[in-house]
């Protein structure tokens, strides 16, 4: 099997759509969340190669979730998913420590290229 994937996003489509796009390419998905909060919970739990991380979620967004995954692992590999229109939300990201960020709606290839290269 891949690599270990943690993906964080509060729409299930979402979920589903990465998932589905992960898994034809070989990664693993080892848990999923709804919010940053759970997401930094199931970072420590399955410590996965890298997180697919939305940026607007109830109870903790991503952002924060990156920023409390970074205090637990200075090394954790995180990629942004955010909507069109986000961009300082995506320098805030990689500010807190995001390695690369996919725009919604997101092409298969664009989510395979930017996981490929921080894993690389």
Partial sequence: MGKKVLIVDDAAFMRMM???I???NDFEIVGEAENGKLGV???QKYKPDIVTMDITMPEMNG???VKAIKA???NAKVVMVSAMGQQPMVIEAIQAGANDF???PFQPE???EAISK???
């Fill in 110 to 112: 664009r989510v395979i």
């Fill in 102 to 104: 996919i725009v919604k």
């Fill in 118 to 120: 921080v894993l690389a």
């Fill in 41 to 43: 919970a199931a970072y």
């Fill in 18 to 20: 990465l998932k589905d």
């Fill in 72 to 74: 637990l692992d200075a």
């Fill in 22 to 24: 992960l898994t034809k």
């Fill in 63 to 65: 952002i924060d979730a």
